[in-house]
């Protein structure tokens, strides 16, 4: 198994999957989303690649980290096509990283503030070899700003970052 795996959760994130893993395949494998619950020993980087309103869905129905099975990568990127156009609150992806982050013991995720052209991804601008490791990572060369690292947050940030969930401003 390479150091990289790109994996995809809809047919748009597949085609873009596809057309990144041509590019580079000598240091990545594709690989359906449904069988990387089975990877309890990858320990490389796991791009998922898909509509930012997929991720979002998979996030709030059956959450990405119960779909992840034992998937054991610390590093995971939500390559997040076209959220500009999909939503109007590009925060609600920004929390389904978070949530990744927070239940995934040691973990980083990477998360898109904000449009990610799905050509960017499939021809690969958006990432860039990673000159430590054998691996592909994000990069905002051509595109500034546009990844933001998550990481476990303390339990207190985590529980005030819920507050916005409850709607207080309704009693």
Request: net charge neutral.
């Amino acid at each position: 198994m390479k150091d990289t795996i790109i994996t995809y959760i809809d047919s748009d994130g597949k085609r873009a999957a596809k057309s990144l893993w041509n590019k580079y395949s000598n240091i990545a494998s594709l690989v359906p989303f449904e069988n990387l619950k089975w990877m309890e020993d990858f320990g490389g980087i796991l791009i998922i690649i898909g509509h930012g309103s997929t991720m979002v869905k998979m996030g709030r129905y059956t959450g990405l980290n119960n779909s992840l099975g034992r998937c054991g990568s610390l590093f995971i990127v939500l390559a997040a096509c076209e959220v500009g156009e999909v939503h109007q609150n590009i925060g609600e992806l920004q929390s389904i990283a978070q949530g990744l982050a927070n239940s995934r013991k040691d973990c980083i995720v990477w998360g898109t503030t904000r449009d990610l052209p799905q050509h960017a991804v499939a021809d690969g601008t958006c990432f860039h070899k990673s000159p430590i490791f054998n691996w592909l990572q994000p990069a905002n060369d051509n595109f500034p700003g546009m990844w933001r690292q998550f990481r476990k947050q303390a339990e207190q940030d985590e529980v005030l970052s819920m507050i916005s969930n409850l709607n207080l401003h309704l009693l």
